[in-house]
C-alpha cells in the first residue's frame, strides 16, 4: 500500500490514453500548464513520533502472538497512521505526520484478538481497528490525548471464507479479507455477496461493516447493513454474538448497534452474510438525458415500477463533462463516428451538451430477470427522453470503475484540491437539495479565490429516496491549502442538514463529520451513543475520538467556532 495515495505501491494513474483529460481539468479550473507540480515528499523525509512502549502490554503479546505478528517499524506505522481523506493525504504528502499508531499488530483468528484486547483492557493501551486502509472521514487517525500507547489492530491475516450454505444462500466469513479475494472465494461455490465499492480492490468486509458501506450494486442488494444476519465481536466487556437468523424480535437489535460502529466499541471478528447466486447475465449501457431532472424522474418511475436495473448511476452536466474527458484514445475511424453521433445527438435529437446527464446502467440475473428489466427500464427512460448510447459507455465505465480513486493522486500532483462528499434524502427533496448545494459549495471554492468545479451523481436509489453523491475540485490556494478544503467541506456538510439531509450516506463518522454529529443524530441520540460506548468500553480504549463529538467539535476539528475566516472580506 502507499502510504502517501491510494492503492499499491506500483500502480499510478496514467493519462497517456486519455488524451482530453488534462485539457478538460486545466481549462475548467484555469490552471496554467506550465505550473510545477508538487511530488510526495521522500520516505526518508517523514518524521514520527517517538514510539511508545507499554512493556507490560508487549510482554503479554509476546505470550500469546508470533514475533512476526507485531511491528513497530517505521512504514508499517506510517501506512497504518492514517486513511485516505485528503486531508489525510495532503498531510502525509507533505511529511506532516503528528500521530502514528506505535506499534501494528496482526491477528490470525479471533482467539488472538481476544487475547489482545484483554491485554490492552488490562494495561490501558488504545487499539484502533484496521481493514484495508481507505477510509475518507478520518476514522484511523490515532485521536488520543492521554499519552496511552497506541496500536493498530490490522485484521488482514482473518481472510477466510469459514463457510457457505448454498441452500441459505448464506456465507461465514473473517473480517479481514478484502474484496477480490471474498468474490474468489464465494465464486468457487457459485454465489456473490455483490457488494462492490470504488474502495472494492483495497477494503475490506470488516470496513464496509464498521462504515456502513455502500457498493455500486445497492439497488438491487442494499447496504452492507442490509446484507449482514449475524456476527460476532470482541470488546473489552467479552465477546457479543447474535444468532444467524433472518429476522427477530427481540428488543434492540444489537447486531446493528455493532454495524457502523467504526471500531469504538470493539473489533469485528466474523459475520455471516446473505449471498446470492452469482448472475447467468450481465451487462452494461449507456443513456444520455438532456438534463439531470429527467433523468432522476426516469430513475423515480423505475423505483416505483420495480424495473430498476442493478446499477443506475446518473451524473450530472459536471460530471457528465468529467466522464467525457475521460474517454480513451480511439482510431481515427472510431474518432470520426464519435463525432457523427455527438451531430446527430445535437442536430437531430436537439440534445444540448451544456446540460446533458449521462446515465450508467447494470442489468444482470437469470435469463428472464435480466431481459424483463432491461426492456421495462429502456421503456422508461426513453419516456423520460433518454437517448440510449449502446453498451460501449457502459462497458467503459465496468473496466475503469475501481481506478477513479487513482485519479485523486494525479490531481493532488498537479496542486488540485479534490474530495467528496455525499448525502441522501428523500425524493421530494432530491432537486432542491442538489441545487443548492451545488451553489454553496461553489460560493464556497469561489472565495478561495479559485475556480470551482463541482459535479455529482445519484448511485444510490431507494423506495423513499437516493443518495448525492458531490466530487469537487479546485487549483490549491498555497499556504492555506487545508484551511481552504475545511472551508469547502464545511459548506458542503451545513448545506445537507440546511436542506435535511444526512451529513454521510455511506463514507461514516469518523472524525470528518464530527462537528454535525448531534444535528444528525440529536442531543439524546448522542447520548444514547455515550452510554453505548461506556458500558462496552468503560476505559475507553477503543478508537477515541471517533463518532462522538467533544467541546468545540468544529474547532478541534480544524476551524474556529464560527467557521474558516473569510477568504474574500469583500463578499456577502
Request: proline share 5%; hydrophobic share 35%; with cysteine.
Amino acid at each position: 500500500m502507499k502510504w502517501w495515495g491510494w492503492g499499491h505501491e506500483e500502480v499510478s494513474f496514467d493519462d497517456s490514453n486519455k488524451p482530453h483529460l488534462w485539457p478538460y481539468l486545466s481549462r475548467v479550473l484555469a490552471i496554467d500548464n506550465d505550473t510545477p507540480r508538487t511530488q510526495p515528499v521522500s520516505f526518508e523525509q517523514v518524521q514520527l513520533p517517538a514510539v511508545r512502549r507499554n512493556e507490560a502490554f508487549l510482554a503479554a503479546l509476546g505470550r500469546c502472538l508470533n514475533p512476526d505478528q507485531i511491528a513497530d517499524d517505521k512504514r508499517s506505522r506510517l501506512i497504518h497512521a492514517a486513511g485516505k481523506s485528503f486531508r489525510d493525504l495532503w498531510r502525509l504528502r507533505n511529511g506532516l505526520v503528528s500521530a502514528a499508531p506505535d506499534c501494528v499488530v496482526y491477528p490470525q483468528g479471533e482467539e488472538d484478538v481476544v487475547a489482545i484486547v484483554r491485554a490492552a483492557v488490562e494495561h490501558q493501551v488504545v487499539l484502533i481497528p484496521f481493514g484495508g486502509g481507505t477510509n475518507i472521514a478520518g476514522c484511523l487517525e490515532p485521536q488520543d490525548s492521554s499519552g496511552r500507547m497506541v496500536v493498530s489492530l490490522d485484521m488482514g491475516r482473518m481472510h477466510r471464507v469459514l463457510s457457505v450454505d448454498r441452500h441459505s444462500l448464506t456465507a461465514r466469513i473473517q473480517t479481514g479479507v478484502y474484496g477480490p479475494h471474498l468474490e474468489e472465494q464465494l465464486g468457487a461455490h457459485g454465489v456473490t455477496l455483490g457488494h462492490f465499492p470504488d474502495s472494492f480492490v483495497h477494503s475490506t468486509l470488516g470496513g464496509w461493516l464498521a462504515t456502513r458501506s455502500a457498493g455500486m450494486q445497492s439497488d438491487q442488494y442494499g447496504k452492507i447493513e442490509d446484507m449482514v444476519l449475524s456476527l460476532r465481536m470482541v470488546t473489552p466487556q467479552g465477546t457479543l454474538v447474535t444468532r444467524t437468523v433472518p429476522k427477530c424480535s427481540n428488543g434492540i437489535d444489537v447486531r446493528h448497534l455493532c454495524v457502523g460502529s467504526e471500531g469504538i466499541l470493539g473489533v469485528l471478528t466474523e459475520a455471516v452474510m446473505q449471498v446470492h447466486p452469482q448472475p447467468a447475465y450481465k451487462d452494461y449501457y449507456g443513456w444520455l438525458f438532456r438534463d439531470f431532472e429527467s433523468g432522476a424522474a426516469a430513475i423515480h418511475e423505475c423505483v416505483r415500477r420495480g424495473c430498476l436495473p442493478v446499477i443506475t448511476r446518473l451524473n450530472d452536466p459536471g460530471k457528465t463533462a468529467l466522464s467525457f474527458a475521460f474517454k480513451t484514445r480511439k482510431t481515427p475511424m472510431k474518432e470520426a463516428l464519435g463525432r457523427a453521433v455527438k451531430w446527430y445527438l445535437g442536430s437531430v435529437r436537439g440534445i444540448d451538451f451544456g446540460r446533458c446527464c449521462l446515465m450508467i446502467v447494470a442489468c444482470e440475473g437469470d435469463h428472464a430477470t435480466f431481459h424483463r428489466v432491461r426492456q421495462e427500464s429502456a421503456e422508461v427512460f426513453r419516456k423520460h427522453g433518454g437517448v440510449y448510447l449502446g453498451a460501449e459507455p457502459g462497458r467503459s465505465f465496468q473496466r475503469a470503475k475501481f481506478d477513479f480513486p487513482h485519479l485523486r493522486d494525479y490531481v493532488m500532483d498537479r496542486n488540485i484540491m479534490a474530495d467528496v462528499s455525499e448525502t441522501a434524502t428523500t425524493w421530494s427533496n432530491l432537486m432542491p437539495m442538489y441545487t443548492d448545494v451545488r451553489r454553496a459549495i461553489e460560493e464556497a471554492i469561489t472565495d478561495t479565490g479559485s475556480s470551482p468545479w463541482v459535479g455529482c451523481h445519484i448511485s444510490h436509489n431507494y423506495h423513499s429516496g437516493a443518495s448525492l453523491y458531490f466530487t469537487f475540485g479546485a487549483r490549491q490556494c498555497k499556504g492555506r491549502e487545508l484551511e481552504q478544503y475545511l472551508h469547502v467541506k464545511k459548506a458542503a456538510e451545513d448545506a445537507f442538514l440546511r436542506n435535511g439531509g444526512t451529513l454521510s450516506h455511506h463514507h461514516a463518522v469518523g472524525s470528518e463529520h464530527v462537528p454535525w454529529i448531534t444535528d444528525e443524530l440529536s442531543p439524546t441520540g448522542v447520548a444514547a451513543v455515550r452510554a453505548l460506548k461506556q458500558g462496552l468500553d468503560p476505559g475507553g480504549i477503543m478508537n477515541p475520538g471517533k463518532i462522538l463529538p467533544s467541546d468545540n467539535p468544529l474547532e478541534k476539528w480544524g476551524l474556529p467556532a464560527s467557521g474558516a475566516r473569510s477568504f474574500n472580506p469583500g463578499r456577502k
